[in-house]
């Protein structure tokens, strides 16, 4: 998410049941943030989905990664944790969740009673278990198109064609970037190297988990850990392809049309 903007926050709150665990507060907070705060449009599968204001698009998986982004593994809140609390949300009337088995549509209620009036927040507040090309928290009706770049792997591989993310998907990815971080990469780093073997395979079109994973064990086994250095070897093995240049056709074996003679016409004389 971008780090611009801002949401109100009501002294209120401090009455609030979630007042009282600071990771339900947390959650609360991204939910607000990551709320679109006026209606915009988006590609999924190139079907074109629509949200209002206060709604955003996502995951229990692509939620926990943005929630534990940056947390020390060993005080991450696994995903079930984040879900259920988002569901005792609902419970409590302040959002609700509309789910299918590819996405959820998050809406937040109230949201024009307390966050309208105002600037908003503008951010990129999107994220989610989709294949959507974008989901910008900023007004902008010409923003739709079949790619999107992101700081999250998770969303990257969504909103970019890779299909809806498994819990085993998930996993591998985390093990990615944790190999890349065992050869030197810092995390932010092993993000983004993921990140770029999925757009690598976007490029050339061949949107699969498979190829991308491919594209990482090459980069894993040169020890390439930094984005300079995948660049510099991208760049050495473009330079070495060779060029392919179309050979003239040998001219001794190509028919030729040309006018009949008298002696094409002539029947072969019979042997004696």
Do not use: C
Request: hydrophobic share 35%; no cysteine.
């Amino acid at each position: 998410m971008a780090d611009e903007g801002w949401i109100k926050l009501y002294r209120k709150i401090t009455n609030s049941f979630v007042w009282t665990n600071s990771d339900q507060l947390k959650l609360w907070i991204l939910v607000l943030t990551k709320a679109n705060h006026t209606q915009n449009k988006f590609l999924f599968n190139g079907q074109e989905i629509r949200v209002t204001s206060g709604q955003f698009v996502t995951g229990a998986h692509a939620l926990a990664s943005e929630f534990n982004q940056g947390v020390p593994s060993d005080k991450a809140v696994v995903w079930r944790t984040l879900w259920r609390w988002l569901k005792k949300f609902e419970k409590e009337e302040m959002l609700t969740i509309s789910s299918n088995a590819r996405y959820s549509v998050v809406t937040v209620s109230k949201w024009v009673e307390y966050q309208s009036g105002d600037k908003p927040l503008t951010s990129h507040g999107q994220s989610g278990d989709k294949p959507l090309s974008t989901n910008k928290n900023e007004k902008n009706e010409k923003n739709i198109s079949t790619t999107t770049t992101t700081d999250n792997v998770f969303d990257f591989f969504q909103q970019n064609g890779f299909g809806p993310i498994s819990g085993f998907i998930a996993q591998d990815l985390d093990m990615w970037r944790d190999d890349f971080v065992h050869i030197g990469a810092d995390k932010s780093t092993a993000e983004k190297i993921v990140i770029k073997s999925l757009a690598l395979a976007a490029e050339r079109n061949k949107r699969s988990w498979g190829y991308a994973k491919a594209i990482l064990k090459s980069w894993h086994n040169d020890k390439l850990n930094s984005i300079e250095q995948i660049d510099t070897a991208q760049a050495t093995f473009e330079a070495k392809k060779p060029t392919t240049s179309k050979s003239k056709p040998k001219t001794n074996n190509v028919y030729k049309e040309r006018e009949l003679t008298e002696e094409d016409l002539k029947w072969p004389k019979p042997k004696e």
